[in-house]
């Protein structure tokens, strides 16, 4: 037992024994690892150091230096300078003290410390490394604006120049301005000796400053000449000479007896006069919005002037043209209303003007005698001279309208009575062929010597007789009314075609009664034929109802022999 169990123990502190060997290896061999990454680590951050040491760096604080900065610039580049130098001094130096620390402790293989420092001094030089680069940044953009500025003092310099020497060129296109746009030009001036000191001076940010007024200015300036150019042309030049063109015409208007009552030309004039004296001093001052809309204004009323004198020019000029014709039309039209008003009572003693034709056409004639009267008037105003041509232009273009209207409405109303006498000699015509027709249609009913003659028949001949006896009565009277006349004439009309239908279908069915009668003799033995036939006969012979003894038969036959009377009716129908 004793054996057996040393020699268990003996197991059990082999495997423990490997186990520890086993761990202190791998803690040797972590120890390495770490140790080469902190290793690597410090490397880096000693390399990231020691590139912020640059000489492109020194070289521009130097060229910097040599510059006689002043003011915002040199305020600027010694704030920079100063934190640069303290970064150096300070920041790099305590970093890299920490590194040699951190590195020594990793030498010794105290890791945890190496770590702690590397932990501790690896955000701060990120942090200084940003920061050098800022100050990198802003040593180049001092050196940058005094390369920009002397760019763009020459650039400017030399739109400045052109603009002056274009200025003084055509100074009558600003003359109104001009005193002003020097003003301009000596401040611009001003302003590019105040970045010449600052620039000498070494005050590169302050310069920059001026140079973006001088731009805003010179860009201000650009757009103010042109509207002094347009305002001062209208103001120097157009207006003044269209107003003395309307000053000139409106009196020469005068002298030949025009009238302007529309507008008061003289009192606008001179206001217009005032008014561009007080647009040019708007220019004076370099007010240019306002003075353009002030010659906006000026135009409009200058234009409305201009238009009112052209529309009496053109007024007068359709007065002188038009008067002798709408004399001439006048007449013509007066001659032709008389003329229609004795054609008219003359012939409404024969005939009834049912439309009111006379009266209307009295009313059209003192209509244009009313007219006639008041162009008369405006006549002798325009002998007399002053009027106001446009209004009579207006007058007379409403005159001819109803003129043209008259003349039409008269030609239509000759046309419709002119056709009264032979309206009248168709009525007596039609009520002729009317009683020939009855007459003929009479005889054919005679001629066919039927038993005698149906009621309907006799009743419609008689209506009719009687309307074409009081139709004729009505043209032998002394004046006559033709538009009732012609209606009568139409239902005469109706009336004698129904007639003449009627009679012919009473003739037909006679001639069939006839003929189905006949051909019923072959059913002569039968009761249904023999008593068909004797209540046509009766219908026939007795009441002269054709039409009734005609379906009597036709109905009998049919039952008998489907077909027959179709057949019969068929044949004689073709005949």
């Not at 040593?139 to 400017?156: G, S």
């Not at 004729?472 to 009336?495: M, P």
């Not at 279908?505 to 006679?510: K, P, V």
Request: aromatic share 6%; hydrophobic share 35%; with cysteine.
């Amino acid at each position: 037992m004793t054996e057996d169990g040393g020699n268990h123990m003996s197991a059990k502190q082999t495997i423990l024994i490997v186990f520890l060997v086993v761990l202190l290896m791998a803690v040797l061999l972590g120890a390495i690892i770490i140790n080469k990454y902190l290793k690597n680590v410090i490397s880096s951050l000693h390399d990231d150091l020691a590139k912020l040491d640059d000489p492109l760096i020194a070289e521009d604080i130097d060229r910097l230096d040599k510059m006689d900065l002043a003011g915002a610039s040199l305020e600027r580049f010694s704030k920079d300078r100063k934190n640069y130098n303290r970064i150096f001094s300070e920041d790099v130096t305590k970093s890299l003290e920490l590194l040699n620390n951190a590195a020594a402790a990793n030498e010794s293989y105290k890791l945890y410390t190496a770590y702690e420092i590397v932990k501790q001094v690896k955000p701060k030089v990120q942090e200084i490394g940003t920061q050098v680069l800022a100050l990198q940044k802003g040593f180049m953009e001092l050196l940058k604006f005094t390369r920009d500025n002397k760019l763009q003092l020459d650039a400017l310099k030399k739109q400045y120049d052109d603009k002056r020497k274009y200025i003084l060129s055509t100074s009558y296109d600003y003359s109104l301005a001009l005193e002003a746009l020097e003003d301009e030009l000596h401040a611009i001036g001003c302003q590019f000796e105040s970045v010449k000191n600052l620039t000498i001076q070494g005050d590169h940010v302050e310069a920059k400053r001026v140079l973006q007024k001088i731009r805003s200015a010179i860009t201000k300036l650009e757009d103010e000449l042109p509207l002094v150019k347009k305002t001062s042309s209208e103001l120097l030049d157009i207006f003044p000479e269209q107003l003395t063109e309307i000053s000139t015409t409106y009196k020469s208007m005068l002298k030949n007896k025009f009238s302007i009552v529309e507008i008061d030309i003289c009192s606008t004039v001179k206001q217009l006069r005032n008014s561009i004296e007080e647009s040019k001093k708007l220019v004076s001052q370099l007010k240019l919005k306002d003075a353009d809309s002030k010659n906006h204004s000026i135009k409009e009323t200058i234009d409305k002037c201009y238009d009112i004198l052209t529309k009496e020019y053109k007024a007068k000029a359709f007065v002188d043209q038009h008067q002798a014709k709408i004399v001439k039309a006048l007449t013509h039209t007066i001659t032709n209303s008389v003329k229609l008003i004795k054609n008219l009572e003359h012939i409404d003693k024969s005939y009834e003007l049912t439309h009111g034709e006379l009266d209307e056409v009295r009313g059209l004639s003192s209509r244009i005698q009313h007219l006639n009267s008041e162009f008369d008037v405006d006549c002798q105003k325009v002998s007399d001279g002053g009027v106001v041509y446009s209004s009579i232009e207006q007058k007379w273009h409403k005159l001819i309208d109803e003129i043209i209207k008259t003349d039409e409405r008269e030609n239509k109303i000759f046309k419709d009575v002119d056709g009264l006498y032979d309206g009248e000699k168709i009525a007596n015509a039609s009520i002729e062929k009317f009683k020939q027709n009855v007459s003929l249609i009479y005889r054919k009913m005679e001629r066919r010597n039927l038993p005698g003659k149906p009621d309907s028949f006799l009743q419609l001949y008689t209506l009719v007789v009687n309307e074409i006896a009081k139709t004729a009565d009505k043209l032998d009277q002394v004046r006559i009314n033709l538009e009732e006349i012609s209606h009568e004439l139409i239902q005469i009309q109706n009336d004698i075609d129904r007639l003449e239908q009627d009679t012919k279908e009473i003739l037909d069915s006679a001639d069939l009664v006839e003929l189905t009668m006949q051909y019923s003799n072959k059913y002569a033995n039968r009761n249904d034929i023999i008593h068909a036939n004797k209540v046509a006969y009766d219908l026939y012979n007795n009441k002269y109802e054709y039409k009734e003894a005609l379906d009597i038969l036709a109905a009998a036959i049919e039952k008998v022999e489907p077909g027959s009377y179709k057949r019969i009716e068929s044949d004689y129908y073709k005949k």
